[in-house]
């Protein structure tokens, strides 16, 4: 009586307790989960912050600062925006800035002409055309600096390949006239190779049916690359003419090592004038305002980059 | 068969115009490089005549001159010790991280990807003086172990994103299989996710590597004569008074670029996703 009683009074509470523990799996679970994603993410953030974010942060206070490298960390006193009118009123920084855009602009240009060429060469179905595709990676991965030493040992007035070939006596590094395009072979023929594989890629994903139904259509080759195949491939033209424009911008080892910035200012683009700032005369709230106005023009092609990269057809 | 064979001829002429354009690319995009290969294997005569000569005995002298440089290999090996600590460290920061943008949502991911992303397209050269004023002021200007702070952070952004898309396309079921015979997230992911991740990690070790190894800008600054890697030795040189040993200059160039070369070559099918920061697929 007793037990039979008792059974579903038992039963009851045998089921409340069941419910109870997988609520509190559930919250453990969770619980776990959340120190996973702590755990894991914590160490990334804290690096980024660290050795990124307080330097621009640190930076950004310097630009509107007076400070010198003897002053306390954040010693130095407001100034508001007299760093950035003393470095827009400075002629070298302003054809410094205008100098960047002129280079950046031929090169990524060079190389987005030259880079869909060399895709669509290495598109065609030949044997053997990716030992060719493999090849080209070579340049595009080697070290900047020995790039940039290759060329300038080609370039060499007297023992160059470059004039011996020409039968020339360019002085290629040494005229403020040819020094800029000098300086922009080494980055045009590192890069060109990123571009067509990018390209290559864009071409090969390309869905068939367009460039078939154009065929039947009666269009001629030229017809189908232009109106078929070059609408197609945009997103990856874009997506490469932003990467290549956010990464020439920066250029600054092969002139470093070819010109150093001359002669006579010519390939004094804006990353040789910030890092003289910043390094050889120690002009640092100068140099820091002219960070900032290089960062902020970056920001600027990273948000375009995010905004084309976020659209379906490349994702 | 007058007409098979004008397509033959046709398909013969179109083969002959695209391996003459693809032996052209050869030229122009390998060619400049072997050529310094072929400098760094002449004598000092041979390499200062005019015209210069394409056809002479090699000789091994520049490299056996450099390898016995105590500057060389020096800075040689701060690079192999730059090179091999960020790598490790940033990949022991950087996946655990990664599998967790893969795996999980969390308030604020897609902000910091964005900001990881911002973070390897701003110019090193616009972060590097705050950077040299804040490790001088902590005590590790001219230090390796700067270097390796900065390569391992620049690193970073580069794994999150490679390895994101990595784990994003493994299958789900073999974690929550685990996940039901009591395995914790740990667990799980160090037993089963990274054993099946490992070619996406080879991508992410490279991609760091390279990063590291063929950086110049940071190490100019942040290191000395002594802790300088071999990218800067080879600037100096450039620049100072032995920029007319042409000889040493192309073989220290060379031995640089071989393993970077070799490692390429490994990566070569996933470089330009990873390049490109995982947004192209």
């Known amino acids: ?315 | 068969m007058s007409g098979s064979s004008l397509g033959k001829r046709r398909k013969a002429i179109r083969y002959g115009l695209t391996y003459a354009g693809l032996a052209a690319l050869l030229v122009i995009f390998l060619f400049p490089l072997l050529w310094i290969v072929g400098i760094s294997l002449k004598t000092r005569e041979e390499i200062f005549t005019n015209p210069p000569i394409f056809l002479w005995v090699p000789t091994f002298e520049n490299y056996a001159q450099v390898l016995t440089q105590s500057d060389f290999l020096s800075s040689f090996s701060n690079s192999l010790i730059a090179t091999t600590c960020s790598v490790l460290l940033s990949l022991i920061i950087g996946i655990p991280a990664s599998y967790t943008f893969a795996r999980f949502s969390f308030r604020g991911q897609g902000v910091t990807m964005i900001l990881l992303l911002i973070m390897r397209m701003l110019p090193p050269v616009a972060i590097l003086l705050p950077l040299f004023v804040l490790f001088k002021a902590v005590g590790l200007s001219n230090t390796r172990l700067s270097i390796i702070i900065a390569y391992t952070t620049f690193s970073l952004p580069l794994i999150v994103w490679v390895m994101k898309d990595y784990f994003a396309n493994l299958p789900k079921e073999l974690e929550e299989a685990a996940y039901i015979d009591g395995a914790s997230r740990m667990l799980a992911f160090r037993k089963i996710v990274l054993p099946l991740a490992r070619p996406g990690i080879v991508t992410a070790a490279i991609l760091s590597l390279l990063l590291a190894w063929n950086d110049f800008i940071f190490a100019a600054i942040l290191t000395n004569n002594s802790t300088r890697t071999s990218p800067v030795l080879l600037a100096a040189y450039a620049g100072g008074e032995t920029g007319t040993n042409w000889g040493a200059i192309t073989a220290t160039g060379v031995l640089v670029v071989i393993p970077v070369i070799i490692f390429s070559m490994i990566v070569q099918k996933h470089l330009v996703q990873g390049l490109s920061s995982g947004t192209v697929k």
């Open chain 1, 1 to 315: 009586m007793v037990a039979h009683h008792m059974e579903p009074a038992g039963g009851f509470v045998a089921a409340v307790d069941d419910s109870n523990d997988v609520e509190r799996r559930n919250a453990w679970i969770k619980f776990q989960d959340r120190i996973f994603v702590s755990l894991t993410i914590v160490p990334t953030m804290l690096a980024s912050a660290l050795v990124f974010g307080i330097p621009l942060v640190f930076s950004l206070l310097l630009s509107f600062q007076g400070w010198t490298i003897d002053s306390a960390l954040f010693g130095g006193r407001f100034v508001g925006l007299s760093n950035y009118q003393d470095l827009f009123s400075d002629p070298l920084f302003r054809s410094s800035l205008m100098l960047t855009i002129a280079y950046t602009l031929a090169t990524v240009t060079a190389e987005l002409v030259l880079g869909l060429g060399v895709a669509l060469l290495l598109n065609s179905r030949v044997p053997f055309v990716r030992v060719f595709r493999t090849a080209l990676i070579i340049p595009m991965m080697i070290t900047p600096i020995v790039a940039a030493l290759t060329w300038k040992l080609l370039l060499d007035p007297s023992y160059g390949l470059v004039n011996a070939l020409l039968g020339t006596k360019t002085v290629w590094l040494g005229d403020p006239d040819l020094a800029l395009f000098a300086v922009g072979i080494v980055n045009v023929w590192q890069n060109t190779p990123f571009v067509a594989i990018l390209l290559l890629a864009g071409l090969q994903s390309l869905p068939s049916e367009p460039v078939e139904a154009a065929a039947v259509d009666g269009a001629n080759r030229w017809q189908t690359f232009r109106h078929v195949t070059l609408p197609l491939l945009m997103p990856y033209v874009v997506v490469a003419v932003l990467l290549r424009t956010i990464f020439e911008f920066r250029s600054f080892e092969n002139i470093w090592v070819m010109t150093g910035g001359g002669p006579a200012n010519s390939t004094k683009l804006l990353s040789v004038y910030t890092f003289e700032a910043s390094f050889l005369s120690f002009d640092l709230t100068l140099a820091a305002a002219a960070s900032w106005v290089m960062l902020l023009i970056v920001l600027i092609f990273c948000v375009l980059f995010i905004l084309a990269t976020k659209r379906k057809e490349i994702q």
